[in-house]
C-alpha cells in the first residue's frame, strides 16, 4: 500500500521510527523501494551526483528530470521532490508554480522547502492550503550554503530558541514533517518532543521520529560527505575493482570467452 503523509504521522503517535533515503534515479528508486525505504527524497544533493560543487545551481528542470526517473521505479515509498533554491522563495506563485510541476509532472506526493522564516512559513501555509503536503527543513539548510557554511546550527541558546520557533510554526502552517539538519541531539529532542508531526533527523542525533541519509554517502559514493554520515559499504572502491578486472580481461584477451 502507498505510504500516505498521514501514515507518517501516525506512526510517530505510535512510535514507528520512520526510514527515509535519497534517490535521483530509476534503479536507485526501485532498489529502496523494493527494500521497504518508508520515504524516498529526491534531494537536491542531486547537485552533486551532476558536478555541481553546491546545490545553489540546480534547476527545477534537472529535478524534474531526475524525479520523474525515480517516481518510476517507486510503488510504495513517499516520494518527497526537494524545490531547489529561488524556484519558490520570490514569491507564493512561484512556489504553487514549482510545487505543481513536481507533483503533475514528476508525480511526486509531496515537496520539501528548506527554511523556517516568516515568508516561508506563510508560503508553506498556502501550499498546503491548495492541497500540496509540505516538508520543512531547518537546521543546517544547504541552499543558505553563502551565508550559513555547512555548519552545525543550533548550538547557543538564542539559535536553538529561534530553530524551536520555526519548527512549532512549520508545524502550525500544515507542514506533515520537518527534517532537522546537523544540529545537537538535544535540541532535535526537544523539538521532536514537541511537534505531533515526524522529525526526520540527519546528524541530529537518535532521538528524532526517523532519520534520512544520502544514499551516495551510505554506499561510499560520494566525493565528500558530511562528517555525520555513515559509510555503510564502499561502492567506489568495488566499482574501482570491477572496472580494474574487465580492464585486464580484455587487454588479456580473456573477455569475452570463445
Ligand atoms: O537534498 C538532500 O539530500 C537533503 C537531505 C540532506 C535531507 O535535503
Known amino acids: 500500500m502507498p505510504i500516505t503523509t498521514q501514515q507518517l504521522i501516525q506512526w510517530k503517535q505510535q512510535g514507528r521510527t520512520i526510514v527515509a533515503l535519497t534517490a535521483w534515479d530509476y534503479i536507485t528508486g526501485r532498489l529502496l523501494d523494493a527494500t ?40 510504495n515509498a513517499l516520494v518527497v521532490f526537494d524545490l531547489p533554491f529561488l524556484t519558490y522563495q ?18 511526486a506526493q509531496a515537496v520539501k522547502i528548506e527554511g523556517g522564516y516568516p515568508a516561508i ?18 537546521g543546517l539548510t544547504p541552499q543558505s550554503v553563502h551565508q550559513l557554511g555547512l555548519r552545525q546550527q543550533g548550538k547557543t541558546p538564542t539559535d536553538g530558541e ?41 546528524g541530529a542525533g537518535s532521538g528524532c521520529d526517523g532519520q534520512v541519509l544520502v544514499t551516495s554517502d551510505l554506499l ?6 558530511p562528517p555525520f554520515a555513515k559509510m555503510y559499504v ?4 568495488a566499482i574501482a575493482q570491477a572496472v580494474q578486472e574487465f580492464a585486464r580481461e580484455v587487454r588479456d584477451r580473456k573477455f569475452p570467452e570463445e
Open 36 to 75: 521497504g525505504v518508508d520515504l524516498i527524497l529526491v534531494g537536491d544533493s542531486l547537485a552533486g551526483m551532476l558536478g555541481y560543487e553546491t546545490t545553489i545551481p540546480l534547476t527545477l528542470e534537472e529535478m524534474l528530470h531526475h524525479a520523474k526517473a525515480v517516481r518510476r521505479g517507486v510503488k
Open 90 to 107: 520570490e514569491s507564493f506563485q512561484q512556489a504553487m508554480h514549482s510545487a505543481g510541476r513536481a507533483l503533475k509532472e514528476a508525480g
Open 121 to 138: 512559513v506563510e508560503t508553506v501555509a498556502q501550499l498546503v492550503q491548495a492541497g500540496v503536503p509540505v516538508m520543512g527543513h531547518i
Open 162 to 202: 529561534r530553530l524551536i520557533s520555526e519548527a512549532i510554526a512549520l508545524e502550525a502552517a500544515g507542514a506533515f514533517s520537518i527534517v532537522l539538519e546537523h544540529i545537537p541531539s538535544e535540541l532535535a529532542i526537544e523539538i521532536t518532543q514537541k511537534l505531533t508531526i515526524p522529525t526526520i533527523g540527519i
Open 220 to 225: 561510499g559514493l560520494s566525493e565528500r560527505q
Open 234 to 237: 564502499n561502492l567506489s572502491d
